[in-house]
């Protein structure tokens, strides 16, 4: 039996993974991204070399795939939409991306269909705030992993900012004095059939996740809420795919949504090794039109730590990485990037553990802090 052929744009970590499943799924996966040395390479059946937002290259991808998505949302949608009209698949569609690819037409639309948000606003440093400090500027589009997105907590670091980057292209939104950061991944076939997996706990410094631990210890009226929230989303878009929604909880025990990713997403990596079918896996069976397998643990409990770069350099950090994975029932993910830098994402450690519930919480620290000790140079 010939392969049926799946086309990602995009070819970081988050195609490299996907390409691990894809074999299980009788799938190759094809590549369009811009950099030779980038993950997903090493695994691709196929490669073309070109920027994510190059339409000729996609033109290319469509050629020789079934079907086609995405690795991130940093695309070119007007001039996809001809392809779209030549009968070139995408899933997800490009009309269920729309709304979400500009933060303030995503905050607006979330809006539109009910769901809750953190107050917000299109920036105008022509017109005067309409909210006091402290609050969030963000870029409407581009931004991921911390960049783009700034707290201002005085004038004085609103007129340092406004120094550095572009007059136009932002928003700005209430500062949200949250308790806890959740989130979840869930998928949506084209028979409408949604599976939602374990709402997560985050951590994130500087806008940078830190660590996942699922599942999060929430009360089930509020996870019920959660998957609601998520039901409605992905029905009003009429999804066929996976997206990663990212959720403030607040101390009156109030769910806003903070962030919606068309893809999968960091807080979904733990599922790789905790749970019986990965985020990755489950992305292509949504949009192949596979049946779709089950988020269930496989454990009591899960912690992923992101290995971030803490320094410039060029090294593999070999020692550090079999420190790691000596660790008992731990999983490391390297994903072969050439440089380090601070910030960047360079692989993550899932540990899954079992036990006594009222002990599980005590190892999820302690996991952590073995994890960044090993990571991290005192």
Same mark, same amino acid.
Request: charged share 20%; net charge negative; aromatic share 8%.
């Given at each position: 039996?010939?392969?049926?052929?799946?086309?990602?744009?995009?070819?970081?970590?988050?195609?490299?993974?996907?390409?691990?499943?894809?074999?299980?799924?009788?799938?190759?996966?094809?590549?369009?991204?811009?950099?030779?040395?980038?993950?997903?390479?090493?695994?691709?059946?196929?490669?073309?070399?070109? %920027?994510?937002?190059?339409?000729?290259?996609?033109?290319?991808?469509?050629?020789?795939?079934?079907?086609?998505?995405?690795?991130?949302?940093?695309?070119?949608?007007?001039? &996809?939409?001809?392809?779209?009209?030549?009968?070139?698949?995408?899933?997800?569609?490009?009309?269920?991306? %729309?709304?979400?690819?500009?933060?303030?037409?995503?905050?607006?639309?979330?809006?539109?269909?009910?769901?809750?948000?953190?107050?917000?606003?299109?920036?105008?440093?022509?017109?005067?705030?309409?909210?006091?400090?402290?609050?969030?500027?963000?870029?409407?589009?581009?931004?991921?992993?911390?960049?783009?997105?700034?707290?201002?907590?005085?004038?004085?670091?609103?007129?340092?900012?406004?120094?550095?980057?572009?007059?136009?292209?932002?928003?700005?939104?209430?500062?949200?004095?949250?308790?806890?950061?959740?989130?979840?991944? %869930?998928?949506?076939?084209?028979?409408?059939?949604?599976?939602?997996?374990?709402?997560?706990?985050?951590?994130?410094?500087?806008?940078?996740?830190?660590?996942?631990?699922?599942?999060?210890?929430?009360?089930?009226?509020?996870?019920?809420?959660?998957?609601?929230?998520?039901?409605?989303? &992905?029905?009003?878009?009429?999804?066929?795919?996976?997206?990663?929604?990212?959720?403030?909880?607040?101390?009156?025990?109030?769910?806003?949504?903070?962030?919606?990713?068309?893809?999968?997403?960091?807080?979904?990596?733990?599922?790789?090794?905790?749970?019986?079918?990965?985020?990755?896996?489950?992305?292509?069976?949504?949009?192949?039109?596979?049946?779709?397998?089950?988020?269930?643990?496989?454990?009591?409990?899960?912690?992923?730590?992101?290995? &971030?770069?803490?320094?410039?350099?060029?090294?593999?950090?070999?020692?550090?990485?079999?420190?790691?994975?000596?660790?008992?029932?731990?999983?490391?993910?390297?994903?072969?990037?050439?440089?380090?830098?601070?910030?960047?994402?360079?692989?993550?450690?899932?540990?899954?553990?079992?036990?006594?519930?009222?002990?599980?919480?005590?190892?999820?620290?302690?996991?952590?802090?073995?994890?960044? %000790?090993?990571?991290?140079?005192?």
């Amino acid at each position: 039996m010939i392969n049926r052929k799946v086309g990602v744009i995009g070819g970081g970590q988050l195609a490299w993974m996907m390409a691990q499943e894809a074999p299980r799924l009788n799938l190759d996966l094809i590549v369009q991204t811009p950099h030779a040395n980038d993950p997903a390479i090493a695994l691709a059946q196929e490669v073309i070399l070109a %920027a994510i937002d190059d339409v000729e290259a996609t033109t290319q991808l469509a050629q020789i795939c079934d079907v086609i998505t995405f690795e991130n949302e940093f695309v070119n949608l007007a001039a &996809l939409q001809t392809l779209a009209e030549k009968g070139v698949i995408f899933r997800p569609s490009l009309k269920s991306l %729309a709304p979400l690819l500009d933060k303030y037409e995503q905050r607006s639309y979330l809006n539109s269909i009910g769901l809750p948000v953190p107050a917000f606003w299109n920036y105008d440093p022509a017109q005067p705030l309409p909210l006091d400090y402290p609050f969030v500027l963000k870029a409407r589009r581009h931004g991921y992993d911390g960049q783009g997105t700034c707290v201002v907590r005085t004038a004085a670091e609103l007129a340092a900012i406004l120094t550095k980057i572009p007059a136009s292209g932002w928003m700005i939104e209430a500062f949200v004095p949250f308790e806890r950061e959740l989130a979840a991944i %869930a998928a949506r076939n084209q028979a409408g059939e949604i599976v939602i997996y374990p709402i997560v706990e985050t951590y994130q410094e500087n806008q940078v996740c830190r660590w996942v631990k699922a599942p999060a210890e929430i009360p089930s009226l509020l996870q019920l809420e959660i998957e609601q929230q998520i039901q409605t989303l &992905l029905t009003e878009l009429q999804v066929i795919g996976l997206f990663g929604v990212e959720f403030f909880l607040t101390s009156e025990g109030q769910i806003l949504i903070n962030e919606v990713a068309p893809r999968t997403h960091n807080s979904g990596h733990y599922s790789l090794d905790a749970c019986e079918t990965s985020q990755f896996a489950m992305q292509l069976q949504a949009i192949m039109d596979l049946p779709l397998g089950s988020p269930r643990l496989k454990c009591q409990q899960a912690v992923m730590v992101n290995l &971030l770069g803490y320094e410039v350099a060029e090294s593999d950090y070999a020692q550090q990485r079999a420190r790691l994975a000596d660790l008992p029932n731990t999983y490391l993910h390297w994903y072969q990037k050439q440089e380090a830098r601070p910030g960047r994402k360079l692989g993550h450690v899932t540990v899954l553990l079992d036990g006594d519930r009222h002990c599980l919480s005590k190892q999820v620290t302690e996991v952590i802090e073995q994890i960044n %000790a090993i990571w991290y140079p005192s």
